[in-house]
Nanobody
């Protein structure tokens, strides 16, 4: 699997927007699932959104209608468009990939980026 590198995090006021990017540096393979996860201090890393090789998407209930996951295969890049951000969205956001189909579950993903911090102030 390719190595993953997140970018685009930062500080934003509640109601604002950010776009996170995840660049894959290595070769890509069919059957991948890609996902975004987040981890707040003292909490378990949780799934945010997943997209599979058929472009089927899955979202956590907490972000439905606000976040959109997408990918540009030609650029080997994954995106997370985050709108209407809330303070509870504050977390380290991680990009991840799986070799095949994957649920929105941390254990289904084996390749991880180093994370990008998102901080939302009220």
């Amino acid at each position: 699997q390719g190595r993953l590198m997140e970018s685009g995090g930062g500080s934003v006021q509640a109601g604002g927007s950010l776009i996170l990017s995840c660049a894959a540096s290595g070769n890509t393979y069919p059957g991948y699932s890609m996902g975004w996860f987040r981890e707040a201090p003292g909490k378990e890393r949780e799934g945010v959104a997943v997209i599979d090789s058929l472009i089927k998407t899955t979202y956590a209930d907490s972000v439905k209608g606000r976040f959109t996951i997408s990918q540009d295969n030609a650029k080997n890049t994954l995106f997370l468009q985050m709108n209407s951000l809330k303070p509870e969205d504050t977390a380290m956001y991680y990009c991840a990939s799986a070799w095949g189909p994957a649920r929105i579950r941390r254990g289904d993903f084996g390749n991880w980026g180093q994370g990008t911090q998102v901080t939302v102030s009220s």
